[in-house]
């Protein structure tokens, strides 16, 4: 079982930046693919970035490519989300998933609470 809390959401200006912290709960967070998801109002839960259990492999939607980073730090048993030039249509619920597995796929085993992250213009 792993549980999992975000923080650092919060409000920001366009072109502006925050860094999401996701901390996991267990002594097994380095078995894990860790992924970010974000939810916006009326629409559906899409998947954002994603990173494998030992933080060499990264995946970004296309949406966030160039602009946010996904990293880990499994000493610390967090993962962490880089949000640079921020848009309005970032503005979102974000939640941070783990997977087991070696190989990053689509299905998520646990999910966090979310964290709002809004975007004014």
């Known amino acids: 079982q792993v549980q999992l809390v975000e923080s650092g959401g919060g409000l920001v200006q366009a072109g502006g930046s925050l860094r999401l912290s996701c901390a996991a709960s267990g002594r097994t967070f380095s078995r894990y693919n860790m992924g970010w998801f974000r939810q916006a109002p009326g629409k559906e839960r899409e998947f954002v970035a994603a990173?494998?259990?030992?933080?060499?492999?990264?995946y970004y939607a296309d949406t966030v490519k160039g602009r946010f980073t996904i990293s880990r730090d499994n000493a610390k048993n967090t993962v962490y989300l880089q949000m640079n030039s921020l848009k309005p249509e970032d503005t979102a619920v974000y939640y941070c998933a783990a997977q087991r597995g070696v190989v990053v796929t689509t299905v998520y085993d646990y999910w966090g609470q979310g964290t709002q992250v809004t975007v004014s213009s």
């Open positions: 990173v494998n259990w030992s933080g060499g492999s990264t």
